[in-house]
């Protein structure tokens, strides 16, 4: 069982508490109940035990975007009772690991990742939630920037009925990442209408998965239910201080 280091325990309890506080304020100024927005742990470069501190300080939701780094630190993590959220990209040829794993896959941006992901579920005899990913950045779309994953926000309730359609997935919402040196604003306000298409077809498809550690506020204004936090919690990548 990996150590974990008190003084490296009571700095992310520090790091929790002010994320905490950001989230209570800024539900407060949108007035929304902090009880709607969940707060995902994205660990990606930390190291098991950080993990573990984290779950030791009541966080139960934690991510990763590497299938190489995640699957071996569920496993290392296995009698915690977390909840697995995969949020990076994703190839088709890593759905069998990831299905073994992950509660929650949320970027799923192309209908043959989805089939992989219910095939792989199946097999398995698990039941996955899945979130459309949705591509608001038009420069990566168009080529002109590199692609950070998504669906066209056209061609996102396409990708909800593939989802839908399987019985081993079940449709959760959506996903998105603020384009780089855009909006938030604007970026989230798209998502939440692309949301709000999907939801009036899956009432119960409620999950809006937009924020990070720089633009959380936003996210939370335009209706994210799930926060996807790493540096403010843990640091800067692959290093143990807040």
Known sequence: MPHTDPARTEQIRANLQEVRARIESACE???RDPSEVSLVAVTKTHPASDVRALASLGVTDVGENRDQE???KAAETADLDLTWHFVGQLQTNKARSVAS???IVHSVDRAKLARAL???ATAAGRRLTCLVQVDLDDDARAGVLGPR???DPADAPALADAIAEHEALELGGVMAVAPLGGDPDTAFARLHEVAMG???RYPR???VSAGMSGDLEVAIERGA???RIGAALLGARGTNVG
Request: no cysteine; glycine share 12%; charged share 30%.
């Open 29 to 31: 100024k949108a007035d």
């Open 70 to 72: 995640a699957a071996p």
């Open 205 to 207: 498809a409620t999950a």
């Open 225 to 227: 239910t799930h926060l």
């Open 198 to 200: 999907i939801r009036d």
């Open 149 to 151: 994953g998504g669906v």
């Open 101 to 103: 794993y992950a509660d």
């Open 118 to 120: 219910g095939e792989r």
